[in-house]
Nanobody
């Protein structure tokens, strides 16, 4: 059973910083892409940032220059450093991991979500 456990959310003032972590356990197969998505009330779940196993990153335009995604492959953990937070960053943040199994079959897993609230 693959599990993703997120931590690091909370309440912060605008301009502040938070660091999210997500540890993946229980996978028998290699973890390919990892990433963070967010969902504000009444909105769809949107991509924040992704990182490939070799380290290539991709960011939403709204967070470029403020957020940094990184990963520790030895620990199967992905991080999201969020700086210069804005009220519009308020959302539930979800961790995502894609594993590659036999015959190249990809499986997609999600964490339970962690709330990030930025007060203005």
């Amino acid at each position: 059973q693959v599990q993703l456990v997120e931590s690091g959310g909370g309440l912060v003032q605008a301009g502040g910083s938070l660091r999210l972590s997500c540890a993946v356990s229980g996978s028998r197969f290699s973890i390919d892409a990892m990433g963070w998505y967010r969902q504000a009330p009444g909105n769809q779940r949107d991509l924040v940032a992704t990182i490939a196993s070799a380290g290539r990153t991709n960011y939403a335009d709204s967070v470029k220059g403020r957020f940094t995604i990184s990963r520790d492959n030895a620990k199967n953990t992905v991080y999201l450093q969020m700086n210069s937070l804005k009220s519009e960053d308020t959302a539930v943040y979800f961790c995502n991991a894609v594993t590659i199994g036999p015959f190249g079959i990809a499986s997609n897993y999600w964490g339970q979500g962690t709330q990030v609230t930025v007060s203005s």
